[in-house]
Structure formats: C-alpha cells, structure tokens
C-alpha cells in the first residue's frame, strides 16, 4: 500500500477539517462569550469631563471617589526584588498620600484565615503558588477596597481621576480582561461574586498555564467579568454599568507609548510564574493565524489531491465526476480533451470516471 493511499489522505483530511472547525468554533465562542462592549471602555473625552488629565503630582478631584486611596501588592516575602524595587517606589513616590499595603506570603494567609476562613481550605490546596497571588488580591479588595498593581506595572500618572468608578479592570489581549491591574471599591458586589466563585473554578486542567488562567487567573476574571455584566446591565442614569475597562490607551500595555499619550502606566513584563507551557500558548497566540491558513492551504491541497490523483500505470488522471454528470452513454468534451462514453455504470455509488487522453 502506498505511503499516500486514498484512505489514507481521506483518514488526515477528515482529522484536519475537524480541528480546523473546531478551533474556530471554540475560538468564536469564546470571543463572543468575552467581548467586550464599546460602552464599557472609560475614554480620555469621559475622563476629560470628570477632571483634567494630571500632568503633575497635584489634582482636585471634581466628584467623589468611591474607590479609597489605597495601592496593594504582593510578593514572597517583605523584601522585594531589586529589579521591581525601583518600580514599586516610583508608584508609592508618585502617590505617597495613598496607603501602602504589601501583601506576603504570610500574611496573605493569616488574612484569609482570619476574614475568610470558609476559603481557607480552597486557597492551601491550590498547586501553584500565583493561584495563592492571583486570589489574596480579590480578597483584599473586596475587603478594603484600594488599587491592586502587580509589581511589574509602573506609574506614569497619579490614578485620582479614575478613583471615582466603582470597578475598573484592564483590556487584555487577545480577549478579555487582565487581572494584574485592578480598581475597586470596598465590599462591591462584582468582587463578592469574584471569591465565592472561586471556589467554583478550582479545577485542575493538567497543566500549569490553562490551570491558573481558568482557576485563578485572567481567564477566570474575563469571565466574571461575563456574568456581572449579564446579571447587571446598565441603567439610564448608568448605561455603561459599574464594571468599566481601561482601554489600552490608558492602560499603556500592548500598544506603542506614541499611541498612548495619556496612559497611567508602564509595563516591565515580568510573567515570573510562566512555566514552559506558557511559552508554547504564546507561541500559538503569536502565531497561531499562520497555522490556521496554513492547515487550511494543507486541508485544500490534499481536497484537489483526491479529486486529481495521478495514476502510475498509465501517466493518466482519474477523475470521479458529480453525480449530474451522469447521463448515460455519448461523449462528453471538456476543452482540449476528449472524454470516453458514460456507459455501463455498475459502481453501487454510480461514480464515473472518465480518463483524459495526454
């Protein structure tokens, strides 16, 4: 049997055309499932009629701030890596009439066993040390209230002017929202969904990077994210909702510093928690429209591949003719070349087959 048999390129095809239907399928639902609406990104023109954009240390806030002035981070322990040291001093320097609070290891757990006992068990069964990160800042949120910075996230602005929103949660890329940058009030309802439902997502999907994305991470954020806002639409004094985004121009990450003239922050990139998997989804988010077009051409060439199959023996082409092509005998000219009569069918599928002379 030869290496390319027709089975076999039928087997790969069929395989190939699955996936490629089932990678656009899920990659559609997702992306509807967690886009993001227009209404919801805060714009500087919005910004812009609450205040005047800082372009120094000093601002007079025209509305209330439902968000209390209070900057959280976390880390291992009290002593902070020296290449974010500088980051966090330059967001505590630019802000230093906001509360500092830094999160460590012991500390975080010292919290929830004391404020949140229920989730005690959840939180030291979780594998992976930034799933204990990812959830502490959800808890000290909804506790406090304040702005959780991760510490590769630096402060170009003081942040007052967004203070006045109740929630504000970053656009990422490809979908939905990130969870290194998070503003919010205290003992808001959105934060109350966000630790009850962990619990809920605690799953382990076998792998480190799906596993904290989906359990802990940005991933299970974007899809609070969904739920909020499906069980809390807008209002008319509030059509926007309480949950707005900070677009990219704002957020300053994944864009040029050019197209993002008023951002609040910078971003050092650190992913400290990426294990090899990580750098695998990215090389697929990266790339990943090269490989769909590419299995398409793939899927498309094997498709002509059984349509047209050379046959050894005779230099010739076997073509199977459509079902409509089928009338009986006579001759049939397809341009230059000359068919054989249709006659005596007596393949059960009534396929026919002419061979053209060369």
Not at 24 to 51: F, K, M, N, T
Not at 167 to 173: E, K, N, Q, W
Request: hydrophobic share 40%; glycine share 6%.
């Amino acid at each position: 049997m030869p290496f390319l048999s027709r089975r076999r390129v039928h087997i790969v095809l069929a395989l190939l055309g699955l996936f490629l239907l089932g990678t656009v399928l899920v990659l559609s639902a997702v992306s509807y499932y967690l886009a993001i609406p227009e209404i919801s990104y805060i714009l500087p023109d919005e910004l812009e009629s609450l205040y005047e954009l800082p372009s120094n240390d000093s601002q007079s806030p025209a509305t209330v701030e439902r968000i209390p002035r209070i900057l959280h981070q976390t880390w291992k322990s009290e002593t902070l890596p020296e290449r974010w040291q500088d980051v966090s001093d330059g967001c505590r320097e630019l802000m230093s009439d906001y509360q500092y609070m830094l999160w460590t290891d012991a500390s975080s757990r010292d919290f929830v066993a004391k404020e949140y006992p229920w989730f005690l068990d959840t939180y030291d069964g979780y594998p992976y040390a930034i799933q204990r990160a990812d959830a502490i800042r959800y808890f000290v949120l909804h506790h406090y209230g304040g702005v959780y910075l991760d510490l590769d996230i630096g402060c170009l602005r003081r942040v007052d002017p967004l203070l006045v929103y109740p929630i504000i949660l970053p656009r990422t890329i490809p979908v939905g929202v990130s969870n290194d940058l998070i503003f919010a009030e205290k003992g808001h309802p959105f934060m109350t969904q966000t630790i009850h439902n962990l619990v809920m997502f605690d799953h382990n999907w076998l792998i480190n990077y799906p596993t904290v994305m989906f359990s802990t991470g940005p991933m299970f954020l974007s899809a609070q994210f969904g739920l909020y806002t499906a069980s809390h639409p807008g209002t008319p004094e509030q059509p926007a909702g309480e949950v707005r985004i900070l677009p990219k121009s704002l957020y300053g990450k994944n864009v040029k510093p050019k197209d993002a003239p008023n951002a609040f922050f910078e971003h050092f990139y650190g992913s400290s928690w990426h294990a090899d998997d990580a750098a695998f989804i990215g090389f697929l988010g990266h790339w990943g429209k090269v490989l769909m077009w590419l299995g398409l051409a793939v899927l498309i060439v094997g498709l002509a591949f059984l349509i047209l199959k050379p046959q050894k023996a005779s230099g010739r082409y076997d073509i199977s003719l459509p079902r409509w092509m089928e009338r009986g005998s006579g001759r049939w000219h397809l341009y230059r070349w000359k068919a054989i009569p249709l006659t005596a069918v007596s393949s059960p599928t009534r396929s026919a087959h002419v061979v053209f002379d060369s």
